[in-house]
């Protein structure tokens, strides 16, 4: 039986990838990982907002007039609030390489074209064997188009495909107007891989206290359904390679998100509940199915409950949304 796949260019075992999580911030987390069966490890995302505080820190300890920058300080959190400053990640991102033999993908969150671009040198030059794109914003500007995130988005790519010459994962939300079509974009503009989905920031209000909360939930095998929905319509219409995050819990999620078209699934919520052991629950179990199931090989599953090979994809999700709808009864 084949459980190997590829990615991002990279021959991996299986589909089992350890999603950014903070599983991975330490060497013995990383380790961890590779001996529970991990067939790659996503490191948390490196923001540019933290590369832009420390050097902001630098500048107001060397420039007498530095408090002309206390107010824009005060948007950045506390250095406190992240498990790595931007030196510290790359020397994290060096030492891992060293330690492991399975590939390490570095994580980048940037807002400005620079930013994008230079951390992603920097990242290949300490040893990544891919950059993954996050590309979470909230557009809180209301003169802000839909148009213009998306060719922002699309140009980031483009760029950072330019400078450096390790794969690029992007890492989407599925919050936007013709997703199908960016994602075609993207593919376009040379993204290696797309992962899908990010988990938004959805904070909560303290109704008493008159603050807004930040609280992390975890996910269940339930989010997996969006995930499922639009890897099955852009399977096989992208070059990129195809992950799935959000929602991969067990054996049978990943069969799934396989057929779906899934070369990948990462996992983070499930390691985060059960430890990194649960990969070799999770890989006993995707075997085991398969055998039972007379599959020989992840390839030829992969893609078989796609919509690649529906005349008209239009119609065939409208129908089923009548179906879903009309059929439903109290």
Request: charged share 20%.
């Amino acid at each position: 039986m084949d459980l190997s796949t590829q990615y991002l260019g990279m021959k991996l075992p299986h589909p089992l990838v350890a999603g950014a999580s903070p599983l991975a911030d330490d060497l013995d987390g990383v380790k961890r990982l590779e001996d529970a069966g991990a067939a790659a490890i996503v490191l948390r995302s490196l923001f540019e907002e933290q590369i832009t505080r420390e050097e902001m820190s630098e500048h107001l300890n060397l420039d007498s007039h530095g408090e002309s920058f206390a107010e824009a300080a005060s948007y950045f959190p506390s250095p406190d609030a992240f498990a790595l400053g931007p030196f510290q990640y790359l020397e994290h991102l060096r030492r891992a390489k060293d330690v492991v033999r399975i590939p390490v993908l570095a994580s980048l969150n940037g807002a400005t074209p620079g930013g994008w671009i230079e951390y992603a040198r920097l990242m290949q030059q300490a040893g990544a064997d891919a950059v993954e794109l996050n590309l979470y914003r909230i557009a809180t500007d209301a003169k802000t188009t839909s148009a213009e995130i998306e060719r922002q988005a699309i140009e980031t790519v483009r760029e950072v495909k330019k400078a450096i010459t390790i794969p690029v994962a992007v890492k989407l939300s599925p919050f936007y107007t013709a997703f199908a079509s960016f994602a075609r974009e993207l593919d376009r503009a040379g993204a290696d891989a797309l992962v899908v989905f990010n988990r938004f920031y959805q904070p909560d209000i303290d109704a008493e206290e008159l603050t807004a909360t930040r609280t992390l939930h975890l996910s269940d095998s339930s989010e997996l359904r969006l995930r499922l929905h639009w890897m099955a319509i852009l399977s096989g219409r992208v070059r990129a390679s195809l992950a799935v995050t959000g929602g991969v819990h067990t054996a049978l999620d990943v069969v799934k998100a396989t057929m779906a078209g899934a070369h990948v699934t990462q996992m983070v919520s499930a390691l985060l509940l059960h430890g990194p052991e649960h990969l070799r629950t999770v890989l006993d179990g995707l075997a085991g199915w398969m055998q039972e199931h007379d599959w020989p090989s992840l390839a030829e599953m992969r893609g078989n409950m796609s919509l690649f090979k529906v005349p008209d994809p239009d119609a065939y999700e409208r129908a089923n949304y009548m179906l879903m709808l009309q059929g439903w009864r109290a």
